[in-house]
């Protein structure tokens, strides 16, 4: 049969590709998109913060000002490291968590993502080992994969990743001969677990990974919306050499924006700055310079409260339709962030059921997708924070009308 056009053009190149390429495929998480985003489907998928909570006239307020003021240096190229005011103002918020950092050890990203992946350039050849939580960030899995390095899950419970898991599989791998780099984990509601690593786990943590030269990389995204009390403070805070730090206003303000942030030890500063300029010169200035001015001129901790509230009502209502449609089923209950971690009945495969409930007009994302090894079909991640939650209840009744299909 006759080629299309399309099939010519991917054809044309397939030979030119780099190896590392054919570990790009699409997340399981971005093949979704194009489903919830039917107007008629609760998406309980996508880790997307609720935007409508942000107040528009502050943003066209810092819009405003940001051109009224400083538009010849918000329309020209910045610094690599990043503007130096935002750079200040991020350590205040960082200070909540405990961290005492420095302007000089903090650089802007696009987005924590990036700040993931120019550490996972630097630091990971092919077939170095990573360390990540069982179950890990996706977006962290994806990355890891495309640098071809060995992904490997270690143990984690409801207290967060086990610091003796962390040393028995350092030490078993590196006994066959493997280079342990790195360890990534999400410390606060994790992506996508809900769990934070307890109080006691995280100077044990700590000292297991730098007697053994493991670089530790702690992405925080959610740690300040907690919803009773504040989670422990921050590894960074326990240890300035050895913990790379990776903060993002993608969950605090607007993920629109991507501006991002890393906090590194004095010694790997330098090869991530150079790392940031080759990648791409400058950090959006626009975009930094909108967040310095709306930090500037917005009550930014009032803000996060008002997300703490709004997220905290949402969860309550999944854990309400949880118990109340599917009353047999497991989850975590998480104290922050989005996510809940939920293991569906026996015999239920999560991407198996997910046609059913698109059906039913929910989604949500299938466990295999946290993992590099392919495990995770027993559980799903269900995302309360983007639907409101009245919808967050609706969605869930539809998941259980699924899985009661599923059964029949
Ligand atoms: C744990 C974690 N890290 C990083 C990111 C990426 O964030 P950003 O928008 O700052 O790139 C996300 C986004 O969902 C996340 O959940």
């Given at each position: 049969m006759a080629q299309s056009r399309l099939e010519q053009s991917f054809d044309l190149f397939k030979d030119a590709y780099a190896k590392r390429a054919e570990n790009l495929s699409v997340s399981e998480v971005r093949a979704l998109f194009a489903t919830v985003s039917r107007p008629e489907v609760v998406s309980l998928a996508g880790g997307m913060p609720d935007v409508s909570a942000l107040d528009n006239e502050l943003i066209r307020k810092a819009f405003d000002s940001l051109m009224a003021n400083r538009s010849q240096f918000a329309l020209q190229y910045g610094p690599g490291q990043g503007d130096a005011k935002l750079r200040s103002q991020i350590l205040e918020i960082m200070a909540l968590e405990g961290i005492e950092g420095?302007?000089?050890?903090?650089?802007?990203?696009?987005?924590?993502?990036?700040?993931?992946?120019?550490?996972?350039?630097?630091?990971?050849?092919?077939?170095?080992?990573?360390?990540?939580?069982?179950?890990?960030?996706?977006?962290?899995?994806?990355?890891?994969?495309?640098?071809?390095?060995?992904?490997?899950?270690?143990?984690?419970?409801?207290?967060?990743?086990?610091?003796?898991?962390?040393?028995?599989?350092?030490?078993?791998?590196?006994?066959?001969?493997?280079?342990?780099?790195?360890?990534?984990?999400?410390?606060?509601?994790?992506?996508?677990?809900?769990?934070?690593?307890?109080?006691?786990?995280?100077?044990?943590?700590?000292?297991?990974?730098?007697?053994?030269?493991?670089?530790?990389?702690?992405?925080?995204?959610?740690?300040?919306?907690?919803?009773?009390?504040?989670?422990?403070?921050?590894?960074?805070?326990?240890?300035?050499?050895?913990?790379?730090?990776?903060?993002?206003?993608?969950?605090?303000?607007?993920?629109?924006?991507?501006?991002?942030?890393?906090?590194?030890?004095?010694?790997?500063?330098?090869?991530?700055?150079?790392?940031?300029?080759?990648?791409?010169?400058?950090?959006?200035?626009?975009?930094?310079?909108?967040v310095s001015e709306y930090l500037s001129i917005c009550d930014w901790q009032q803000q996060i409260s008002e997300y703490r509230s709004l997220y905290r009502t949402k969860r309550d209502a999944a854990i309400w339709a949880l118990g109340e449609y599917l009353p047999s089923i497991e989850t975590t209950k998480p104290r922050g962030g989005f996510f809940l971690w939920v293991s569906l009945p026996s015999g239920i495969d999560g991407k198996k059921l997910l046609p059913i409930a698109v059906e039913e007009l929910v989604a949500y994302t299938p466990g295999t997708a946290f993992y590099g090894d392919g495990r995770g079909k027993e559980f799903i991640r269900i995302c309360y924070s983007h639907p409101t939650a009245e919808n967050v209840k609706v969605g869930i009744q539809r998941l259980a009308k699924a899985i009661e299909r599923f059964q029949a």
């Open positions: 420095s302007v000089d050890n903090l650089m802007i990203t696009t987005g924590s993502q990036h700040a993931l992946e120019l550490i996972a350039d630097l630091f990971l050849d092919r077939a170095d080992v990573a360390l990540v939580e069982s179950p890990s960030y996706v977006g962290a899995v994806g990355i890891f994969r495309h640098k071809e390095a060995q992904i490997e899950h270690v143990y984690t419970d409801s207290d967060g990743i086990s610091p003796d898991a962390v040393a028995e599989t350092a030490d078993r791998l590196v006994a066959h001969g493997k280079k342990v780099k790195l360890l990534y984990l999400v410390t606060n509601f994790a992506n996508p677990s809900g769990v934070t690593l307890s109080e006691d786990r995280r100077d044990r943590l700590i000292e297991v990974c730098k007697s053994r030269g493991i670089l530790i990389v702690e992405d925080n995204p959610y740690g300040l919306l907690y919803f009773d009390e504040a989670p422990p403070k921050a590894l960074r805070s326990r240890d300035a050499d050895s913990v790379v730090y990776l903060g993002s206003f993608s969950k605090i303000l607007s993920p629109g924006l991507r501006v991002g942030y890393v906090l590194a030890p004095p010694a790997i500063r330098e090869k991530l700055i150079l790392a940031n300029e080759s990648a791409i010169l400058s950090p959006a200035t626009f975009a930094q310079m909108m």
